[in-house]
């Protein structure tokens, strides 16, 4: 069994704090957007420039609003029909970002914490290997 040497351990140990710290940040994007929905109104004085409906890739809408242009991701099905009276636009003051309400749902979280899990196992291997040999 070949050796773990210690920049390969490193490597490992570095690849993990990273993907902990983009899970980590994920989920904090997540929250905010979750208080801001829960705790305020949608925008409603804002007029629609450009609907971008795609197939592969994400759908968006450029909208403005207080005097600025925004790109808002919107799903597929609501780019179709679109409606901007069925559509909830939020505004994240702090940040200067506008978003749609399905814009913050769990699944988008579910890959990186995949991911650091996974990264987590290849850790334990790698001690394991280095602690046996």
Known sequence: ???????EL???ILINIGLLAAAVYMWLIYDRRQTIIHSEE???NYSV???????RTSSSIL????????YVAVA?????????????????KERDKVYE?????????VPNFIL???????????????LSS
């Open 1 to 7: 069994m070949k050796r773990v040497t210690n920049k």
């Open 10 to 12: 490193i490597s490992v």
């Open 42 to 44: 949608p925008i409603q």
């Open 49 to 55: 420039l450009e609907v971008n409906c795609r197939r």
């Open 63 to 70: 909208i403005e609003f207080n005097g600025k242009q925004y």
């Open 76 to 92: 597929r099905d609501k780019c179709i029909q679109f409606d901007p009276q069925k559509i909830k636009l939020f505004y994240d």
């Open 101 to 109: 309400e399905s814009g913050a749902v769990v699944r988008h979280l």
């Open 116 to 130: 650091y899990l996974c990264s987590c196992i290849w850790l334990f291997v790698v001690i394991k290997k280095r």
